[in-house]
């Protein structure tokens, strides 16, 4: 049997609304950010005003073209994504049911995803650039009790990671 994957719901509400919603019901959540844009060129603003706490943390990576960082998840962690230079493809999947999520999103698609445990989770750069990941974890990293959990990339049956075309 194919994998049947779905887009994440996107919603247009408050992060502490679409950080609720995921949790509740164990799916990622797509929150869509306008630029703000004028003659000196455009930014994304007020980013997860009202979603960080001092328990969090912030980080940033990039990521390269052809590379496929996944399978992780987390016992407690929350994670926001904002790709913030090329365009990324997240991959969700939820064990328990085998459901999976893909959200292509970045610079031409902007918007936060919202992934909450336990659902394990991944990133494809798209296109010949590298990507780059702003995400906030609700967790700040612990190296002596990590909340990770991770299997290889290509351990979830069906799951697209190489371009589809139409």
Known sequence: ?????RKPITLTVSWDE??????????PVFVPIS?????????????????MSE????????????VVKAWHRHDKQ????I?????IKAGMWRESDGVAWMCVFGSRNPGVLI????LWHGAATVG????GLLYYVTHAYDAAHPDEHRRAWDSVEGFPWATRHG
Do not use: K
């Not at 049997?1 to 994957?5: D, N, Q, R």
């Not at 630029?35 to 979603?51: H, K, T, V």
């Not at 992934?115 to 336990?118: D, K």
């Open 18 to 27: 679409a950080q609720q919603r995921a949790e509740a019901e164990l799916e």
């Open 128 to 131: 010949p650039e590298s990507a």
């Open 83 to 87: 790709c913030a230079i090329g365009h």
């Open 35 to 51: 630029p703000y844009a004028d003659d000196r060129g455009w930014s994304l603003m007020n980013l997860l005003a009202g979603a």
């Open 55 to 66: 328990q969090g943390q912030i980080n940033f990576s990039m990521q390269y073209p052809g």
């Open 115 to 118: 992934i909450p445990p336990p």
């Open 1 to 5: 049997m194919a994998l049947e994957v």
């Open 78 to 81: 929350t994670d926001f994504w």
